[in-house]
């Protein structure tokens, strides 16, 4: 069975200058990205978060995802690490609580060309080059929009009240709950949410836990997307168009229309690659990495990734 582990290459600007965060593991003496491996039951994005402040003191959002590691280890068996791209920001800096320990003793914040020759391992150097990619095209700086479907509900035959009142199942009740970290790990800053109770108890537990802002919306309600799908358009448009990290918990009807107003800030490789995806299931979401709108310059989606990536 693979080891799996997750972690980023966390970034910063000095003067312009792009700079990535190096640690130096005791044990193994070496230098390289911060990782770690899973927790029992826990999701990649959480556990990258989690290690990164495990072993930097530095709590962050995860941004575009760079690169999937595979390679054998010492023992034969194969080790695969999930890497993205973390901005750490000056109030991050301010706020970082670093302890030296027997895992990771030091951490030196290095230019890429630093970067490249302190690197122990030659496998660190793909997510480094995705990294610079991204960088040189203006596209390092990103900010989420996580498309969710509500969690599982009371089948509509088993209810009879109508559908803006029928409820969460209790697995729905426990997806919900789980989603809480899983969804922390992208930052976002507001959701907006269909007002139909399966949406709104799918989100509640992570706007309780995170105290993040929640905006109801009728056009993200099966009715209002059906009767008036170029309202939902609208409101997703004024979503990508406000700049903010933002979760957006919808229903399976409403879904597509959702879908095809994002994919309008796609390539035409990126537009292709949102037309094979596959249909959410009750739960689950997919999170579009979006390039910062400056200016006259247009919103851009640089990554997609899905809530089981």
Not at 97 to 106: A, I, K, Q, R, T
Not at 107 to 112: I, N
Not at 193 to 203: H, I, M, N, Q
Request: with cysteine; proline share 5%.
């Amino acid at each position: 069975m693979a080891v799996v582990a997750a972690g980023a290459i966390l970034w910063r600007k000095e003067k312009g200058e792009l700079k990535v965060l190096m640690i130096h593991r005791v044990r193994y003496n070496d230098w390289s990205w911060p990782k770690g491996k899973l927790d029992k039951g826990e999701r990649v994005a959480e556990a990258a978060v989690r290690e990164l402040r495990e072993e930097t003191g530095l709590k962050v959002s995860l941004g575009a995802k760079l690169h999937v590691s595979q390679y054998q280890l010492s023992n034969g068996s194969k080790k695969i690490v999930h890497y993205w791209a973390a901005k750490v920001s000056d109030a991050a800096l301010r706020k970082q609580n670093f302890v030296p320990d027997d895992e990771v003793g030091s951490f030196e914040w290095l230019s890429v060309s630093e970067a490249k020759k302190r690197m122990t391992y030659k496998h660190d150097n793909e997510p480094l080059k995705e990294l610079i990619r991204l960088d040189d095209s203006n596209e390092l700086e990103t900010r989420p929009v996580i498309v969710l479907r509500h969690a599982k509900a009371t089948p509509r035959e088993q209810w009879s009240k109508g559908e803006a009142t029928r409820p969460l199942l209790p697995a729905g009740a426990v997806q919900a709950v789980a989603l809480t970290n899983v969804l922390a790990a992208y930052g976002p800053k507001l959701v907006v949410t269909s007002a139909w109770k399966r949406c709104l108890d799918t989100v509640l537990p992570f706007i309780s836990k995170h105290k993040v802002k929640l905006v109801e919306r009728s056009q993200l309600s099966e009715l209002g997307a059906n009767n008036g799908p170029q309202r939902t358009h609208k409101l997703i448009h004024n979503i990508v168009l406000s700049n903010k990290a933002t979760v957006i918990c919808s229903h399976r009807p409403a879904l597509p229309t959702i879908m095809e107003t994002l994919a309008e800030y796609g390539s035409k490789s990126v537009r292709k690659e949102l037309d094979a995806l596959e249909p959410l299931k009750p739960g689950e979401f997919y999170v579009l990495h979006l390039a910062q709108s400056k200016g006259k310059r247009r919103a851009k989606i640089v990554g997609i990734e899905s809530s089981e990536d």
